[in-house]
């Protein structure tokens, strides 16, 4: 049984920092993604990462977050830095195994003054 669960969301002020962690569970997890959704908003994908740690961001986000992986662990992180208001949303972590993806339940990031 493939298990996602993240943690590390809260609220911050504009320029603040947090780091999100993603555990896994069940899988071999060779791709693992963040993913953000805003209220009223679509579902969007933030960072994905490798299992070689190969990584692709999205432009809103570049050179402000930085995905990782501990292979040993099976967690994945996402640092934040520079964050902004735009930043709040629900954020998720996906990964695709035995022909399914896999959500965990999601961590609020709420950045405002």
């Known amino acids: 049984q493939v298990r996602l669960v993240e943690s590390g969301g809260g609220l911050v002020q504009p320029g603040g920092s947090l780091r999100l962690s993603c555990a896994a569970s069940g899988g071999v997890f060779r791709t693992m993604d963040w993913y953000r959704q805003a209220p009223g908003k679509e579902r969007e994908l933030v960072a994905s990462i490798t299992s070689g740690g190969s990584t692709i961001y999205a432009d809103s986000v570049k050179g402000r977050f930085t995905i990782s992986r501990d292979n040993l662990k099976n967690t994945m992180y996402l640092q934040m830095n520079s964050l902004k208001p735009e930043d709040t949303a629900v954020y998720f972590c996906?990964?695709?195994?035995?022909?399914?993806?896999?959500w965990g339940q999601g961590t609020q990031v709420t950045v405002s003054s």
């Open positions: 996906r990964t695709y195994e035995y022909h399914n993806y896999y």
